[in-house]
């Protein structure tokens, strides 16, 4: 479904006048080869961020901000990884609460521990808990403009929403393109869900670890302002 996107339109202004005002960021986009990289650094500059594509182990040791995109399998992308000496080194920078980190759609699901659709491999084990896939009543992939629940909103939680959602409406539509979603152990960490067959977790965050299902490059202005919320965590 194609949301009324004129509303989160009228993001992109402000987001890139305000953000382009402060200095330069230390954000390293990883490239193990799988993922829309190119066009999520070209986002993060039309923020202001200073962005380094990157596959070497040294770049992600000094960065200040990590960006793990993703499109593709679960276990080709744990194998691309390892294959860059990249596996072991960005999950004791993740583990580091001074570095933040966000996973976009596969690299939100490799935060966690395994995934039903490449058994038998092991994901980075941040997060407790796994991938799953959608019901056979859906059509899979589940690809195309959906909208999200901000759980600390629902709740009326004040001071609990995750600061990749302030300033972001609830229901507000994102675009999606996965197969699988993740299933977390510790619900506290569900920042926002979105149903799709059933609800599933489309953010979470704990401490300086930051996930979204959907792909906020491709959302518009509205996907502008999550990326613009990261950077300025």
């Not at 709740?155 to 977390?184: A, E």
Request: aromatic fraction near 10%.
């Amino acid at each position: 479904m194609m949301p009324n996107v004129e509303n989160q339109r009228s993001y992109s202004s402000a987001c890139r006048s305000d953000t382009k005002k402060d200095t330069s960021f230390g954000i390293v986009v990883i490239d193990y080869g799988m993922g829309n990289l190119r066009s999520v650094a070209k986002a993060l500059e039309s923020l202001g961020a200073s962005v380094v594509l990157s596959s070497h182990s040294k770049d992600i040791e000094k960065a200040e901000k990590l960006v793990l995109p993703g499109v593709g399998a679960f276990g080709d992308a744990v194998k691309e990884l390892k294959k860059r000496n990249l596996f072991n080194c960005l999950k004791e920078r993740i583990k580091d609460k001074e570095v933040n980190f966000l996973g976009i759609c596969l690299g939100l699901q490799l935060l966690f521990e395994k995934s039903d659709e490449s058994k038998g491999i092991k994901g980075l084990g941040i997060l407790k808990g796994t991938s799953r896939p959608f019901p056979n009543s859906v059509k899979v992939p589940h690809i195309g403009w959906n909208n999200i629940k901000v759980k600390g909103k629902r709740l009326k939680v004040k001071g609990n929403i995750c600061p990749l959602l302030r300033g972001i409406p609830d229901d507000s539509f994102f675009y999606f393109c996965h197969s699988y979603f993740v299933v977390p152990q510790d619900k506290t960490i569900i920042a926002a869900t979105t149903n799709y067959g059933r609800d599933f977790a489309s953010v979470i965050w704990k401490d300086n670890i930051f996930g979204v299902q959907f792909h906020p490059e491709k959302s518009q202005a509205i996907g502008l302002k999550i990326l613009e919320n990261f950077l300025r965590f």
